[in-house]
């Protein structure tokens, strides 16, 4: 578990936008696809979004259309999170996922990475 | 967008135990259904894909099974490690959703 490794924790003010990376091990980037997951305090996992490095394809949750951007960069294998106009119930964990297909699971995931939004 | 109804959202179990939680979907979704496993302060972890097929790693008494709009995961035989927050998800189609979620406890 944790071979995708994230970014730090982060505190930020409401209104402000956060982003976080996630780093897979080189040489087979664009095999897999890469979705976010968040999971606030005491809640559930709740599913962002997803990229398809190999055909640049992103697709987001509608409740956070607008507010999330999802990218990759394929030199550094790094996939990216931003999310924007923060508020205080955006506070969560932030976890980064890999797997090959929607068929199969996401079989890999960072450590997760803590946002807080806190005036 | 495709509900998700997971049951029960707690179940009391006991080492040795054998387990069924069941994940009920608003529409088929032709077993494009994964099993989690989430602890506290962990990463979730694949434990099923594709409704049944076991991840690599994830010890045999764990199962899952069903169609349509119905499935289950089965743990036989509970082990002290087991006792953690389950989660159903489908991933036929966007967004991809997750079930409320099962807590397995003593």
């Known amino acids: 578990q944790g071979q995708l490794v994230q970014s730090g924790a982060e505190v930020k003010r409401p209104g402000s936008s956060v982003k976080v990376s996630c780093k897979a091990p080189g040489g087979t980037f664009t095999k897999y696809t890469f979705s976010w997951v968040r999971q606030a305090p005491g809640q559930g996992l709740e599913w962002m979004g997803r990229?398809?490095?190999?055909?640049?394809?992103?697709n987001y949750a509608q409740k956070f259309q607008g507010r999330v951007t999802i990218t990759a960069d394929e030199s550094t294998s790094t996939a990216y999170m931003e999310l924007s106009s923060l508020k205080s119930d955006d506070t969560a964990m932030y976890y980064c996922a890999r797997g090959y297909s929607s068929s199969s699971g996401s079989g890999d995931w960072g450590q997760g990475t803590l946002v807080t939004v806190a005036s | 967008d495709i509900q998700m109804t997971q049951s029960p959202s707690s179940l009391p179990a006991s080492v040795g135990d054998r387990v069924t939680i069941t994940c009920r979907t608003s529409?088929?979704?032709?077993?494009?259904l994964n099993w989690y496993q989430k602890k506290v302060g962990k990463a979730p972890k694949l434990l099923i894909y594709?409704?049944?097929t076991l991840q690599s790693g994830v010890p045999s008494r764990f199962s899952g099974s069903g169609s349509g709009t119905d499935y289950t995961l089965t743990i036989s035989g509970l082990q002290p490690e087991d006792f953690a927050t389950y989660y159903c998800q489908q991933t036929y189609s966007i967004p991809w959703t997750f079930g409320q979620g099962t807590k397995v406890e003593i």
């Open positions: 990229i398809i490095p190999i055909i640049s394809t992103t």
């Open positions: 594709g409704a049944s």
């Open positions: 529409q088929s979704i032709s077993d494009f």
